[in-house]
């Protein structure tokens, strides 16, 4: 059995009575508990669609979706979500917005507070505590965002082009932190990206989708060893990778 298992899902967005979207369809994804598997496809694909329907924050239409045997009917604070845009609430501190979750599930004061300092160094956040999102960086934004999302020990962790928005020194930068938090906090990764060579570098496995409708077109496992650093980007095998998946890419244009 697999942990997060899609199996010829549809999505068909209603507009009004006449207009319908069918965004995916015959969606077939299996990832195993503790993977990391990205996602890669051209622009309204559907991939933020998917990721939406595992966080639960939208309805498949046909289907069957089940994370860990059970189906998905709604949000659940085990599977979160990281935005390219930080959502960020622009009123409370970088502690504030982190304690965020723990304060809705109750967490008292003291055991928040222990918690959200563990988050805070993990992403490297640690001195900034009170700084509220106006005075930090985006690279620093998105950190908190991260931060936020792992703080309630997700299972599944969701992110939708995460680091989209970032220069590309700070999203290497990044890149490399999130794959040491993945290893220190022992989750199932998602993870929507365009760049090729992000998804390969951080990857077990990258699934290319295919337009209108979406569906996964080929699933690809990275078979490069493990921890990773900078200078597999220029291995041969790293270089086959990336053209076998851009040609797969360029094939739908
Ligand atoms: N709320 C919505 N209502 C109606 N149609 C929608 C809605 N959200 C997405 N769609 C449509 O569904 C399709 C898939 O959109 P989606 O946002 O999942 O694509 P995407 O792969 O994430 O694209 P991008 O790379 O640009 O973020 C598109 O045709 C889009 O117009
Ligand atoms: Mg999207």
Redesign the pocket.
């Known amino acids: 059995m697999y942990f997060i298992d899609a199996e010829n899902v549809k999505?068909v967005?209603a507009?009004g009575r006449q207009k319908h979207?069918v965004?995916?369809e015959d969606f077939t994804l299996q990832v195993a508990e503790k993977e990391f598997v990205s996602i890669v496809?051209?622009?309204?694909?559907?991939?933020?669609?998917?990721?939406?329907m595992v966080a639960g924050l939208?309805q498949i239409t046909e289907g069957r979706l089940t994370i860990d045997g059970q189906p998905v009917n709604g949000p659940d604070p085990l599977r979160s979500i990281v935005f390219q845009e930080y959502l960020l609430f622009p009123w409370k501190t970088v502690r504030g917005n982190i304690e965020f979750g723990l304060e809705l599930n109750k967490i008292p004061k003291k055991e928040r507070s222990n918690i959200s300092s563990e988050y805070i160094r993990l992403v490297g956040l640690t001195g900034f505590e009170n700084r509220y999102p106006h005075e930090l960086s985006g690279g620093m934004k998105q950190r908190v965002a991260i931060a936020r999302a792992l703080v309630n020990k997700p299972k599944v962790i969701l992110l939708?082009?995460p680091f989209g928005s970032l220069d590309a020194l700070t999203r290497e930068g990044l890149q490399t932190e999130l794959l040491r938090i993945w290893l220190e906090a022992k989750c199932t990764v998602l993870f929507?990206t365009?760049s090729i060579s992000e998804a390969i570098y951080l990857s077990d496995k990258v699934a290319i989708?295919r337009k209108r409708p979406?569906k996964i077109k080929e699933m690809i496992t990275i078979d490069l060893p493990r921890p990773r650093t900078r200078d597999v980007f220029i291995s041969p095998e790293f270089r086959e990778y990336e053209r076998y998946l851009k040609e797969l890419v360029w094939e739908d244009l």
């Open positions: 999505k967005y507009e979207t965004a995916i496809g051209q622009s309204g694909c559907g991939k933020s669609t998917f990721l939406l939208e939708d082009e929507v365009h989708m979406g």
